[in-house]
């Protein structure tokens, strides 16, 4: 007999019920955010898992499909399905929108944080990150370069309970100047980044930008500022980015 159930999120009685495969997914991101499986990690074999979630291997192998088109997981021909993980390098720069003009990735040579304080969680913050009103978040202000192009801004709103023990002198001594922030929050926090949405607006550098930018671009160049919301699994927001680059240099990817 099977040890676990699948959870239907359904009441009993109910006379909506959702497909089987679905309420699979949801028994493994269940089991991602309880931490049983570890980024980087094998998942067990299809036919082990399916009898251990009671349903048919065609049933799992369909949710594992989706996970995989989503990006939480990742076949490996002949080895296996592993969690996602931006560890390993695979996915360094899988949610960065911005590249030089003709066509490179946009490696940023310098992240210098300047400055670091808590916020409570209010407005648009909240309503962003899906917090009640006054929940503490960290906000991180960080000047950034390229050898490309002199730029930019980039802020991080954090909510504090998902990265514990985060404090300026900790970010700093712990952040590797070679990896991404996604894969630093992985390493450090156990947050795993899956997804994000991304908007995108345009407007002048004025003087308090230029002031906290610090470098040598004039007043009333035309900024590219993109908000970003990155969730981890179950679609639960755990970052809120604000990056302000020079549009002069930069050009925008999407994979629509």
Request: glycine share 8%; hydrophobic share 35%; aromatic share 8%.
């Amino acid at each position: 007999m099977p040890s676990e159930s699948i959870d239907r999120r359904n009441p009993p009685g109910s006379r909506r019920r959702i497909p089987r495969y679905m309420a699979a997914k949801r028994t493994i991101i269940g089991r991602l955010l309880a931490k049983q499986w570890k980024p980087g990690e094998r998942i067990p074999a299809e036919p082990v898992l399916a009898h251990e979630i009671g349903i048919s291997v065609g049933t799992l192998r369909r949710a594992v499909s989706e996970l995989v088109d989503e990006g939480v997981l990742l076949r490996l021909q002949g080895s296996g399905t592993y969690v996602g993980s931006f560890g390993a390098g695979r996915y360094w720069n899988r949610f960065q929108p911005f590249q030089t003009l003709d066509g490179r990735p946009l490696h940023l040579k310098e992240r210098v944080p300047v400055r670091f304080e808590e916020l409570p969680a209010q407005g648009e913050l909240a309503e962003s990150l899906q917090l009640p009103p006054g929940e503490r978040v960290l906000h991180i202000t960080r000047r950034i370069t390229n050898p490309d192009c002199s730029l930019g801004l980039d802020e991080l709103f954090l909510p504090a309970r998902y990265f514990p023990g985060l404090t300026l002198e900790f970010f700093k001594a712990n952040l590797d100047p070679h990896e991404s922030l996604y894969a630093f929050y992985e390493r450090a926090f156990g947050v795993v980044i899956t997804e994000t949405a991304n908007y995108v607006s345009c407007e002048v550098c004025g003087r308090d930008t230029l002031e906290a930018i610090g470098n040598p671009i004039a007043e009333g160049t035309p900024l590219c500022c993109c908000r970003r919301i990155s969730k981890t699994y179950g679609h639960v927001p755990v970052e809120m980015r604000r990056m302000k680059v020079n549009f002069l240099k930069v050009q925008l990817s999407f994979d629509l």
